[in-house]
């Protein structure tokens, strides 16, 4: 059984209503920690720390920081990215194995001097800012969101040390680890599947990363507003492509992230299966 952190912050929006409820089973598990910006003071329960401003201006310049402090959303922003540093953090330090964080705002428009989308700050990025001070070198970011992650792209451009494969609506690779592989609409699940075990996994084993991020959007679920004509099952089994890939290349340490997704139903039945995956509590679920 793996050690799984639950990294919670809500702050506005329709699709985490049905949380945290929606885990229970799961969250008095003996392997499983859940970190909450709000109810950390009940017992048995951590804090979720904010971003340290200290790390912000690393990755994100002071115009756009100064920009998203007009929006009136600047703390619970900092609290939104702070889930993902802190659990590469509890990572690092061997307290847990693998991660799965709730933002309140997105992750992967947000770029150095940008964001759109509601991302304010990026979370991943943030993260790895963080590690790279503590001698970690490479890095691998799959993001299964619809749309292109604009802003992680723009703030690792050029960095070899980060490997990102995107799937969004273009193809696209250079020489700087930067892939894009084009999901067309009406994309059957099995076309999806095999597009992740086509690219994602023989290029994420000859980069062996030392921790993965996993952008998980499912905007292009059937019906939603990114659609891409995937069931919301195929998000499950990407969770168990990318879980196992974690566990043979990096010991395991991944890091999920909601990104972006809409419906509260699609949230209340792939979250709790993504995180039942990573934890290893399988059995909770009837398998897809
Ligand atoms: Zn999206
Ligand atoms: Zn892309």
Request: with cysteine.
């Amino acid at each position: 059984m793996k050690r799984t952190g639950i990294f919670f912050a809500h702050f506005q929006g329709e699709r985490l209503k049905n949380f945290p409820g929606a885990l229970e089973g799961l969250l008095d598990k003996p392997g499983v920690s859940y970190y909450d910006a709000v109810y950390g003071s009940r017992d048995g329960l951590f804090y979720l720390k904010p971003v340290a401003e200290r790390l912000l201006v690393k990755v994100h310049s002071q115009n756009m920081t100064e920009s998203v402090k007009r929006t009136g959303d600047y703390e619970s922003a900092l609290y939104s990215a702070g889930g993902t540093v802190q659990a590469a953090e509890e990572i690092r330090r061997g307290n847990i194995d693998n991660a799965f964080v709730f933002t309140s705002f997105g992750d992967h428009h947000a770029g150095r001097d940008f964001y759109h989308g509601i991302c304010y700050f990026n979370g991943a990025a943030l993260a790895i800012a963080m590690l790279k001070e503590k001698k970690t070198k490479r890095f691998a970011i799959v993001d299964t969101d619809s749309h292109h992650g604009d802003g992680t792209r723009d703030i690792f451009r050029r960095d070899t040390g980060v490997l990102h494969i995107c799937f969004c609506h273009q193809n696209y690779s250079d020489d700087y680890n930067k892939i894009d592989i084009q999901i067309p609409y009406d994309t059957p699940d099995d076309a999806y599947l095999a597009k992740m075990k086509e690219v994602f996994i023989p290029r994420v084993e000859a980069f062996k990363p030392e921790y993965i991020f996993w952008e998980y959007g499912y905007d292009a679920t059937k019906g939603e507003y990114g659609n891409k004509g995937i069931s919301r099952d195929c998000h499950i089994r990407v969770a168990e492509l990318i879980k196992t890939a974690a566990d043979e290349i990096c010991k395991g340490r991944l890091i999920a992230i909601l990104c972006g997704g809409s419906t509260r139903d699609i949230a209340a039945y792939t979250i709790p299966r993504i995180i039942a995956i990573l934890a290893e509590l399988n059995d909770r679920f009837p398998s897809v």
